[in-house]
């Protein structure tokens, strides 16, 4: 286990003191009182004077959130919600890592509101990614739902048609699909390509684009 940093202000209360009691046990400390000690030494001096009177680790937590660093800390979260982007798999994100963070930052932020959850999730979505509809998200009592939900979604939004992807056009008859021909030119041999261009709402332009051969 990985050497315990002193508490100054950066983490949750929360999960530094599960980290610290996870430490005491990997050393042998089983004493309640002991690890909570070791835990007020290990406090930077820059934080709140802890009270000598803690008996109980959730005493220790409520005294840590009274020190302004865990304000600052918490509205830090917040803003890092506001500039978290979703990208979908295919778009070279990673939607597991995505999720990790969203909640990790909403547990920092000490988000509980659903719906302040939901404003969060949607405003990371690029419009593009057309990933949630708001039907579908009205009935969602819990955060696990709200996860299993858009991860549903991103499932199925993964083989959608957006600006910029990249098609490939068969000829049912032939089995051929659209690629390049070739033809004489004045200026020598020429390849006639079609490029297509793919916008919202499943519009398709076809455009001729010539490229000469010397």
């Known amino acids: 286990m990985e050497c315990l940093q002193r508490y100054d202000g ?23 009182q002991l690890k909570l000690r070791f835990c007020i030494e290990m406090i930077n001096t820059t934080i709140v004077k802890i009270p000598n009177n803690i008996v109980a680790f959730d005493e220790l937590i409520n005294a840590l959130k009274k020190d302004i660093s865990f304000m600052v800390f918490k509205d830090t979260c917040k803003r890092k919600l506001q500039s978290l982007k979703y990208f979908s798999d295919d ?11 969203f909640r990790m930052f909403c547990f920092g932020a000490e988000i509980n509101n659903l719906e302040e959850l939901k404003q969060y999730l949607f405003q990371s979505i690029p419009s593009h990614c057309r990933i949630y509809n708001d039907d579908d998200y009205r009935n969602v009592a819990s955060m696990d739902e709200l996860i299993r ?3 549903n979604v991103a499932s199925n939004n993964i083989n959608v048609i957006r600006t910029g992807s990249v098609v490939k056009l068969k000829h049912i008859a032939s ?3 659209l690629s390049c021909r070739y033809k004489n030119g004045p200026a020598g041999y020429e390849m006639v390509c079609i490029k297509i261009y793919i916008f919202l709402l499943y519009t398709i332009i076809i455009k001729n684009l010539i490229i000469r051969y010397f």
Request: aromatic share 18%; glycine share 4%; with cysteine.
């Open 175 to 177: 089995g051929k699909y």
């Open 10 to 32: 950066n983490v949750h209360p929360e999960l530094w003191v599960k980290k610290s009691r996870a430490f005491c046990l990997l050393n042998k400390i089983y004493e309640v």
């Open 91 to 101: 778009e070279y994100g990673d939607t597991s890592k995505f999720i990790a963070e």
């Open 149 to 151: 939900l858009f991860n």
